[in-house]
């Protein structure tokens, strides 16, 4: 266990048990929260003042590659006083004064799913994947097409998972066996072509 420079104490490796805990916590304090104020407090963090049940709640979200993690903060999470980033002008359009009507973790995975209702911009959803050096944090709409991400990602640098605006969003799993089922379709095809091709081979040697 370590202290945060929240004043929460969490476990050194975050995986998918401390984010079910995290999911807990948050589904117990947050959820039906109005969204007061989003700050960005670096480049690969957000802070989130959300007022719930009375009490004020910070939310800290980080795809820090080496320290991805989503939690309450003890402290009032502050902006860092640079340039607003892109998304978080987006966040502060989509979310700031939203309502949160839902709060998931996809089953066993590092992956946790906050769905916002906004009285003009309609239904969202954050997406914070905590997975490494691949942690990212996108924003999806209602049919679950991604409005924009904190780390975009083009074909060529995964064929199996696009993240750019307008991509319907796929689950880190669902990447992994759409690549996994490719590589077999492709092993099976050549298997099966040369097995043709000895077949052939074979058939020419016994004809008359």
């Given at each position: 266990m370590r202290k945060t420079g929240f004043g929460?104490?969490?476990?050194?490796?975050?995986?998918?048990?401390?984010?079910?805990?995290?999911?807990?916590?948050?589904?117990?304090?947050?959820?039906?929260?109005?969204?007061?104020?989003?700050v960005q407090m670096d480049e690969l963090t957000f802070g989130f003042e959300i007022?719930?049940?009375?009490?004020?709640?910070?939310?800290?979200?980080?795809?820090?590659?080496?320290?991805?993690?989503?939690?309450?903060?003890s402290e009032k999470v502050?902006?860092?006083?640079?340039?607003?980033?892109?998304?978080?002008?987006?966040?502060?359009?989509?979310?700031?004064?939203?309502?949160?009507?839902?709060?998931?973790?996809l089953p066993h995975e590092r992956v946790l799913k906050i769905q916002f209702d906004h009285s003009?911009?309609?239904?969202?959803?954050?997406?914070?994947?905590?997975?490494?050096?691949?942690?990212?944090?996108?924003?999806?709409?209602?049919?679950?097409?991604?409005?924009d991400a904190l780390k975009r990602v083009s074909s060529q640098v995964n064929r199996a998972r696009v993240i750019l605006p307008k991509h319907p969003y796929v689950p880190p799993v669902l990447a992994v066996y759409s690549?996994?089922?490719?590589?077999?379709?492709?092993?099976?095809s050549a298997t099966q072509a040369a097995f043709a091709a000895r077949t052939d081979g074979e058939n020419s040697l016994h004809s008359p």
């Open positions: 929460l104490t969490i476990a050194h490796v975050f995986d998918a048990t401390a984010l079910k805990a995290i999911q807990d916590e948050l589904n117990e304090k947050i959820l039906r929260g109005c969204v007061q104020e989003i007022y719930a049940q009375h009490t004020r709640h910070y939310l800290y979200i980080s795809a820090h590659p080496s320290d991805a993690r989503v939690h309450l903060a502050r902006g860092s006083g640079q340039t607003p980033s892109p998304l978080l002008l987006l966040l502060r359009k989509q979310v700031e004064n939203a309502f949160i009507d839902s709060i998931i973790q003009v911009e309609g239904l969202s959803t954050l997406i914070i994947e905590t997975i490494g050096k691949y942690s990212n944090i996108i924003l999806v709409d209602a049919g679950e097409l991604v409005i690549v996994r089922s490719h590589k077999s379709c492709q092993y099976q």
